[in-house]
C-alpha cells in the first residue's frame, strides 16, 4: 500500500478558490491508481483490494476495481504520454486482457441474463459498460495497439453482455455501452438492442435536464455518472451525435449541469443525497462531458473551480491519501452503503476525473477560476419537473428540499419497508447527512411520523403526489410501516424556503388520535454534540458550527434532541433536534419551522421571530419578515388520488 498524497505547490494566481490546476488532478489520479497497482494479482485481473465482499464472491469484486478503476485511467491515458501514462497502460492492457481470457487464471465471471431466479452474477454487465466506456476514452492508444486475437478476445466478452436483458433502470445502458464500443470499431453486434435501450431510457426524461433512474420516482446522482455520460458516449460511439436524438441529448446535458451545479458548496462539499454515494468526484463526470462536448452552460475556469473544490474537499478530508478508496464519505462508513457495494465499487469515482481527457491547453486547464454558482450567492430555486427546491442564502450550505424522489415502488405487498434515508428525507444538505443504522431504525431526522402503540414511527415510503410553484413545494404520502399503511390516514406537506429557514406545514389525516414526531436535520461531530430542547424549540450544533433546529410554530406540545454513535456518514457522534405532538379525530395541522445555519451563537428566539404562520382550518399563511407572504390551502396545494388504501391491508 501507498501511503501519502503529494500535491503540487497552489496557484493561487491562476486558482484563486482552489489553487487547483491541472496538475493537481494528475497527482491524485496517479496515487489513486498506484494504491490499485500496489495490491496488484500477478496478471492484474485478480487484484484484491481491501475492504467487504458481496454475495457475489471475490472475482466479481476484482473485476471491479479494475473495471472501474480503468474509468481513472483511461483519461489519464488518453490526455498524456508521459511515463505513468505508459505504465498505466501497459498494466490495464495486460489486467484487461487476463480477465477475459477463457479459461484463465485470473478469468472474471460472465454476466447472467437479469431474470429472476438468477443463475450466476449479474454485475459483470456493469463492468462491461465500464470497460467499454474506459476502451472509448483510450481506443487510439490501447484498443488500436492490440494484437488480432487479443482484439477478438475483448470484442467476444463484451458482446456477450451487449446481448443481455437487463434491469428496468440505468442498467439498460450498460449493454448498450458494450454494443456501442464494439459499433465503434466494427466488430459483430448482431443480437443486441442498444438501440431499443437508450430509447427506453431517453423516455424516462423528466425536464430541466433530469431522468428519473427508471419508471417510478428514482431521481439522484446516477443523472450524473451513468445517465447523462452513458448517453453521451452512447451518441459519440455510434456516430449519432448529429441526429436529431443525439443534439437532444446535448440540450439535455446542458441543462442538466446547469441545474445541478448549484448542489456544490463553496467548500466543495457535494449535496449528500440518494445511493451509491460512495462513489463521490463520480459526480462530476456530466459536467466533463459537456465541457468536452462543447455545450457546458458554465465557463471554463467556473468548471475548474467547481470540480478542484469537490476534489479537494474530499483529499482535504483523507480520501485516498493512505490507502485505497474504501466505502463510505469522508471516512470509512459502511452503513451508508448499499448491498452491492464491494471493496471495488469506490472506484466508479474515476469517471470524475474525465476531464483529463482534455490536452493540457484546454481552456479548462488554463483560464484562470471563476465562481461557482454557490459562491456567496443566496439563491432559491424551485424544480417542478423533479420535485425539488435547491436554496443557499450565501452562507457556505446548500440545501434540498425534496417532495419528488422516493425510490420505491408504489403497491404495498411486502413485509420490508423499501425506503431509503437517502430518499426519504423531506430536506438534504450539503453538510449534513441523513441518519442510518440506528438512526434510520428510529428515522427521526427529516421526517414527520404518525407513531403506533409502541412509539414505532411510520414510513414516508412512495410519494402520491408533488408540485411545486416558485420556492413553494409539496407532496402527500401515506404513513406506513411494515409494508401497511396507517389505516385511513394520509400526510400533506408543503414547504415554504426562505434563506436559512423552511416552513414545513403538515395536513395529517387520521380516524383516530395519534401522537407525531418531526425531526430537523441530522448533524454530526468527531465529539458529542452541544444542544438544547425545550417547550416547542430543540436545537443542535456539530462539526463547522452547523448548527440545526426545529422550531413548533403550531399543533406541537414537546421538544426533544436525540443522539447517536455509528450513525452518521458526516462524523461518529451525531444528534437530531424533534418535537412531538398530537392529531385530534378527522384533520390536524402541524407547523414546524426548520432552522440549517452555522452559527457559534445559537438564538432561537430570534430564529422563531423571522416568521409569522396563521392557521386557519385547513389554510396556512406564511409571513416572512421581509414583507413576503404566502397563502396556501393544504387539501388542494398537491393534486392526488386522495385514496388511502383498503382497511384490510392497513395497521
Known amino acids: 500500500m501507498i501511503r501519502g498524497l503529494r500535491l503540487p505547490e497552489l496557484d493561487l494566481e491562476r486558482s484563486p478558490s482552489t489553487g487547483w490546476g491541472r496538475e493537481h488532478w494528475t497527482a491524485v489520479a496517479d496515487h489513486w491508481l498506484s494504491q490499485v497497482r500496489s495490491f496488484s494479482s500477478p496478471e492484474g485481473a485478480m487484484t484484491r483490494l481491501p475492504g467487504r465482499v458481496t454475495e457475489d464472491g471475490v472475482r466479481r469484486e476484482c473485476m471491479e476495481t479494475v473495471g472501474r478503476s480503468f474509468l481513472l485511467a483511461a483519461p489519464r491515458i488518453a490526455g498524456a504520454s508521459d511515463a505513468a501514462a505508459e505504465e498505466q497502460l501497459e498494466w490495464y492492457s495486460r489486467a484487461l486482457l487476463a480477465g477475459t481470457r477463457p479459461g484463465g487464471d485470473e478469468e472474471w465471471p460472465t454476466g447472467v441474463t437479469c431474470r429472476t ?6 454485475n459483470s454487465i456493469v463492468e462491461a459498460a465500464n470497460i467499454a466506456f474506459g476502451l472509448h476514452v483510450t481506443r487510439e492508444k490501447l484498443w488500436d495497439r492490440l494484437g488480432r486475437n487479443d482484439q477478438r478476445q475483448l470484442a467476444t466478452w463484451l458482446l456477450h453482455h451487449a446481448r443481455a436483458e437487463v434491469w428496468q433502470n440505468n442498467w439498460q445502458l450498460f449493454p448498450a455501452m458494450a454494443e456501442g464500443f464494439l459499433r465503434s470499431v466494427g466488430e459483430d453486434v448482431s443480437g443486441t438492442i442498444g438501440h431499443r435501450n437508450v430509447a427506453r431510457v431517453e423516455s424516462w426524461y423528466l425536464g430541466d435536464g433530469w431522468y428519473t433512474d427508471g419508471p417510478e420516482h428514482s431521481i439522484d446522482y446516477y443523472n450524473a455518472w451513468a445517465i447523462h455520460p452513458y448517453l453521451w458516449a452512447w451518441y459519440r460511439m455510434t456516430d449519432t451525435v448529429d441526429t436529431l436524438e443525439g443534439q437532444r441529448h446535448l440540450e439535455r446535458l446542458a441543462s442538466f449541469v446547469g441545474s445541478y451545479s448549484r448542489m456544490f458548496a463553496p467548500d466543495g462539499s457535494v449535496l449528500h443525497f440518494g445511493r451509491s454515494l460512495t462513489y463521490r468526484t463520480a459526480v462530476l463526470a456530466s459536467l466533463w462531458c ?9 465557463s471554463p475556469g467556473t468548471t475548474r473551480r467547481l470540480a478542484s473544490g469537490v476534489l479537494s474537499r474530499f483529499t482535504d478530508k483523507g480520501v485516498g491519501v493512505d490507502g485505497p478508496l474504501g466505502l463510505g464519505w469522508y471516512e470509512p462508513f459502511e452503513p451508508m452503503c448499499q448491498d452491492y457495494s464491494g471493496f471495488g465499487s469506490p472506484y466508479l469515482a474515476g469517471i470524475g476525473f474525465l476531464g483529463l481527457a482534455l490536452p493540457a491547453d484546454a481552456p479548462v486547464w488554463t483560464q484562470p477560476e ?6 456567496g450567492n443566496a439563491f432559491q430555486a424551485g424544480m417542478p419537473d423533479t420535485g425539488f427546491v435547491l436554496a443557499s442564502p450565501g452562507d457556505g450550505i446548500v440545501r434540498l428540499v425534496n417532495h419528488g424522489t422516493d425510490h420505491v415502488g408504489i403497491p404495498v405487498g411486502r413485509d420490508v419497508d423499501s425506503d431509503d434515508p437517502h430518499y426519504a428525507k423531506f430536506a438534504y444538505s450539503t453538510h449534513t447527512a441523513p441518519g442510518t443504522a440506528q438512526a434510520w431504525n428510529d428515522n427521526v431526522d427529516s421526517h414527520f411520523a404518525l407513531l403506533d402503540d409502541d412509539g ?42 426562505e434563506g436559512i429557514y423552511e416552513v414545513r406545514a403538515h395536513l395529517v389525516e387520521s380516524p383516530v388520535v395519534r401522537r407525531v414526531r418531526e425531526g430537523g436535520f441530522a448533524v454530526a461531530d468527531a465529539e458529542p454534540l452541544g444542544g438544547d430542547a425545550s417547550d416547542s424549540t430543540a436545537w443542535v450544533r456539530g462539526a463547522e458550527s452547523v448548527t440545526a433546529a426545529v422550531i413548533g410554530l403550531h399543533g406541537w406540545d414537546e421538544a426533544v434532541v436525540f443522539r447517536y454513535q455509528g450513525a452518521n456518514a458526516m462524523g461518529p457522534h451525531s444528534a437530531t433536534p424533534a418535537l412531538f405532538g398530537s392529531t385530534v379525530h378527522g384533520s390536524s395541522v402541524f407547523v414546524t419551522l426548520h432552522v440549517l445555519t452555522t452559527t457559534e451563537d445559537p438564538r432561537p428566539d430570534e430564529w422563531a421571530s423571522a416568521v409569522d404562520v396563521e392557521v386557519a382550518g385547513s389554510t396556512v399563511r406564511v409571513r416572512w419578515t421581509n414583507g413576503s407572504t404566502v397563502d396556501c390551502d393544504l387539501v388542494t396545494f398537491v393534486p392526488w388520488d386522495h385514496h388511502t388504501g383498503p382497511k384490510s391491508a392497513n395497521l
Open 456 to 497: 414505532n414511527a411510520s414510513r414516508r415510503s412512495a410519494i402520491r403526489g408533488s408540485r411545486v410553484e416558485g420556492t413553494v413545494a409539496g407532496s402527500v404520502h401515506l404513513p406506513q410501516l411494515y409494508r401497511k399503511l396507517f389505516d385511513g390516514c394520509s400526510v400533506t406537506t408543503v414547504s415554504f424556503v
Open 117 to 122: 431466479p438468477l443463475p450466476g452474477v449479474t
Open 370 to 375: 471563476q465562481e461557482q454558482p454557490s459562491d
Open 290 to 298: 459537456a465541457e468536452i462536448s462543447g455545450v457546458n452552460p458554465l
